[in-house]
């Protein structure tokens, strides 16, 4: 399905994610859609997407966006920035979705954890619960700190403790504290 107007970032989602398919480049939807799915319900104006790609790939990845008449932007993080290179693509009507060149620490199995959620007659591979709440550990803002106490609130019967601390401790002490606080 096209965007036909503002406040559709999902729909242009839903065009990257069939480019990424005909790249065949893995993916997993993160931020405030994961957040829905998690039970954290939440308003966002983009969809964020984090993909296994180099900053060279990501750049053929723009390319072809821009071939699909989609505007870009493509930002490099400096060596301290948790996020090597972002790719911003947008649509006419303002839509957005940022796709994340992977985040330091993530475990690389992240998609293979993914959750296939239905929507508009495609599958949304949508990041696992244990990896949602390390990643927001990690980011440790207090909106992702409140993500994560209510995604484990939801969810505690089936979350894997044990998986999200091993995940946590990749992402460094800090995480791994927050996790275990959030658990107790």
């Keep these: 399905m096209k965007t ?11 065009e990257v994610i069939a480019l990424l398919a005909r790249e065949q480049v893995d993916y997993a939807v993160i931020g ?3 957040a829905a799915v998690h039970g954290v319900v ?3 104006m983009d969809a964020d997407v984090i993909v296994p790609l ?5 750049s053929e990845l723009q390319t072809a966006c821009i071939q ?3 505007t870009t932007d493509l930002r490099t993080g400096d060596i301290d920035d948790p996020i090597p290179a972002l790719l911003q693509v947008s649509d006419v009507f303002g839509n957005r979705v940022d796709l994340l060149a992977g985040l330091r620490g993530m475990d690389a199995d992240v998609y293979s954890r993914t959750i296939d959620v239905p929507f508009e007659g495609a599958a949304l591979r949508v990041v696992g619960l244990e990896d949602f709440i390390a990643m927001k ?3 440790g ?3 992702d700190l409140a993500d994560a106490r209510r995604a484990i ?3 505690r019967e089936a979350l894997n403790s044990e998986l999200l601390l091993r995940l946590a401790a990749r992402f460094g002490k800090d995480a791994l504290q927050i996790c275990q606080q959030l658990l107790a």
């Design 4 to 14: 036909t107007g503002p406040g559709q970032s999902t729909y242009l989602l839903l």
């Design 32 to 34: 405030a859609l994961a």
């Design 42 to 44: 939440r308003a966002s």
């Design 54 to 58: 180099t900053i060279h790939r990501l």
């Design 68 to 70: 699909r008449g989609l």
């Design 137 to 139: 550990a990690f980011a």
């Design 141 to 143: 803002g207090p909106l």
């Design 153 to 155: 609130a939801t969810s």
